[in-house]
């Protein structure tokens, strides 16, 4: 072996780079048969107050493969709760009226429950209501 192999050989070894008679790597490579659902599909999503409600808007770049949407709502942040089912209709833009809301904060996040694998999660928006 040339000088420069015999150096670096070692180091590949060492960091699973290189191959070596001695050691068998008897795994079988991890392969993900199935697709990739990228935060992408929404476009966006606005929630803003509209007199004693919170309106949460939202676009999609594609509704194929969608069964419905799900709008989920916290006042903490941390546990969500689904208050809303929206089926879509063949749009690509939908909006969602959360009436007479109490004063705080409010967090919203839509998931698209899809025909065929796990559903897509948009951001969390997050309303703050000071008072009526």
């Not at 290189?18 to 392969?31: C, H, L, Q, R």
């Amino acid at each position: 072996m040339p000088l420069i192999k015999l150096f670096l050989f070692p180091i590949l070894v060492l960091f699973g780079l290189g191959s070596s008679s001695n050691v068998e790597n008897k795994e079988e490579p991890v392969t993900n048969t199935e697709p990739v659902l990228k935060q992408e599909f929404f476009k966006y999503q606005r929630c803003h107050r509209q007199a004693k409600n919170i309106v949460v808007n939202w676009g999609t770049t594609s509704v194929a493969g969608v069964d419905h949407f799900i709008v989920y709502h916290s006042e903490l942040g941390d546990f969500f709760d689904p208050i809303e089912e929206i089926y879509p209709n063949g749009d690509l833009k939908y909006s969602f009226k959360h009436e007479l809301v109490f004063p705080g904060y409010h967090y919203y996040y839509i998931a698209a429950v899809m025909d065929a694998g796990p559903p897509v999660n948009s951001v969390v928006d997050v309303v703050r209501i000071v008072g009526h």
